[in-house]
């Protein structure tokens, strides 16, 4: 029986056989999704006065001060 064995007998062989460089597939892109637009906290010196408007009709100032600062932006 002439058949070539179906591992290398040569150890220098056997080596190359082992370290052959194997055809990856790309896997396949993630679908991200946006970034929602997040806030930031940071420290800002206001007016006490400005400060006080702000904060007179209770809870939310913070986000009246961010509505202001946007329509200023805006414009």
């Not at 400005?50 to 001060?65: K, M, S, T």
């Amino acid at each position: 029986m002439a058949t070539t064995p179906r591992r290398p007998v040569n150890p220098l062989d056997a080596a190359e056989a082992l370290f052959k460089p194997t055809k990856k597939t790309a896997a396949a892109a993630v679908e991200r999704r946006p970034v929602p637009v997040a806030t930031e906290t940071v420290s800002i010196r206001i007016d006490g006065d400005v400060l006080a408007f702000f904060q007179e009709d209770g809870p939310g100032w913070q986000e009246r001060i961010n509505a202001a600062l946007r329509q200023a932006m805006e414009r």
